[in-house]
């Protein structure tokens, strides 16, 4: 076999491609070891040989184990770190330069450059892994369906068609999208952020969070849901709702709502009791006085097709749209509430470092932004945007190491 470092890379490179969308179809991250969450990287490598001669270099250096069949995956294997594969392809280099007893010196220097190739295909695997890990993160949030900042669904039909329209996000709603309703989703964001204080512990945490951390949507998501006290349903209470007919579950959440949500429970008792015949009529009824604009109530046609396929006095049961899904957007709408409804500090106080680190933070949002959509930034754009002078974003930038 040609020794040729070249082919090694572009072999690598093509099985890298092939790696990373198998990871992406099955929503599973690379990583060194499998688990129940990872799928083991050097699978998708066993095919690519290595030469014999390094192989047996390799092994010897490496202390490893020695196989028949030598391939790059199997080194990714007994490496066990892409550090610990890296650093042993350095020292079989430097055992091929030190070693003195070798006296066909142009095939050492091949030999050396066929290692120089292979310790950056080791690189390759790192970006590789970095890269399915990256976006394994924000798809997990395909799993938060509520809007991170409110009770909403987020716009689940369009993220189930992996379609990436305008209207598109995994984190928030139409009403809080941030690129459809900019506002929206800055007040409601800041209002979020202010209230914080009230919570100390969720304020030491978001404080805490590095800088390009600390909008985190589930970060958001989380702390919505502490602005309101959460109704822990009783086994007793529930089995003594009827199930013959929806009179039952309605009365039930109408009473939580009553003793733990008081502004939810005024948005919802103007809901005329005597047309309700269903618990899916209920369960929309409830959903468009939350949100009388009926976007929210489309979001759950797109999410629930399925009403029909639920016999009719299961469905205040189904995990889908039943009691307890209910409940749960009754406590984030009472939550969302009260957030909104907590004073918010109006203009910053003097030297008060968190609203510097607010304007960092949307700083940091609007490159991301102009960097993605134009692929440069403007700083000048910036400043108007935020209503800053020009020289403190730019100051920013530099201490944010943008510039
Ligand atoms: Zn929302």
């Not at 809007?147 to 139409?174: G, H, M, Q, T």
């Not at 004073?343 to 993605?372: H, S």
Request: net charge positive.
């Amino acid at each position: 076999m040609e020794i040729n470092g070249e082919d090694l890379i572009s072999k690598v490179r093509e099985a890298s491609e092939n790696a990373y969308d198998w990871s992406q179809r099955n929503g599973k991250p690379l990583a060194m070891t499998a688990s129940e969450k990872d799928l083991e990287v050097a699978q998708f490598f066993d095919e690519i040989n290595i030469d014999q001669n390094i192989a047996k270099l390799i092994i010897r250096v490496g202390n490893f184990s020695p196989s028949l069949n030598f391939s790059f995956g199997e080194i990714l294997r007994k490496g066990k770190t892409i550090r610990k594969a890296k650093s042993v392809v350095d020292k079989s280099e430097e055992f091929l330069r030190e070693n003195y007893l070798i006296d066909d010196l142009l095939r050492r220097d091949i030999e050396i450059d066929y290692l120089k190739n292979l310790y950056h295909c080791f690189e390759l695997i790192s970006l590789l892994i970095k890269k399915s890990r990256r976006v394994q993160r924000r798809r997990s949030a395909y799993f938060l369906e509520y809007c991170a900042l409110c009770w909403r669904l987020v716009n689940k039909n369009k993220i189930l068609n992996f379609s990436e329209s305008a209207d598109y996000s995994a984190y928030y709603c139409l009403e809080h999208h941030p690129k459809k309703s900019d506002s929206n989703y800055h007040k409601a964001r800041a209002s979020l952020i202010a209230a914080l204080k009230i919570i100390p512990a969720l304020n030491r945490e978001f404080n805490s969070r590095k800088e390009s951390d600390a909008l985190n949507p589930k970060f958001f998501y989380k702390a919505t849901a502490r602005f309101a006290l959460k109704h822990k349903p009783s086994k007793t209470t529930k089995q003594t709702i009827s199930t013959h007919n929806c009179k039952g579950p309605v009365d039930y959440t109408i009473n939580i709502a009553n003793s733990y949500y008081p502004a939810t429970s005024t948005a919802i008792n103007g809901i005329d009791l005597n047309k309700i015949n269903s618990w899916k009529e209920w369960f929309y009824a409830v959903i468009t006085a939350l949100d009388p604009t009926g976007q929210d109530s489309l979001s759950w046609d797109d999410a629930n097709d399925n009403w029909d396929d639920v016999p009719e006095d299961h469905t205040a049961y189904s995990p889908d749209f039943g009691v307890d899904v209910l409940l749960n957007i009754l406590h984030r709408h009472e939550a969302t509430f009260n957030i909104k409804a907590l004073p918010r500090p109006r203009g910053p106080k003097p030297g008060e470092v968190k609203k510097n680190k607010q304007l960092r933070l949307r700083v940091i949002e609007i490159y991301e932004q102009q960097k993605a959509i134009k692929g440069k930034i403007n700083g000048a754009e910036i400043a108007r945007e935020l209503k800053v002078s020009r020289q403190r974003i730019s100051i920013i930038l530099k201490e944010l190491n943008l510039r």
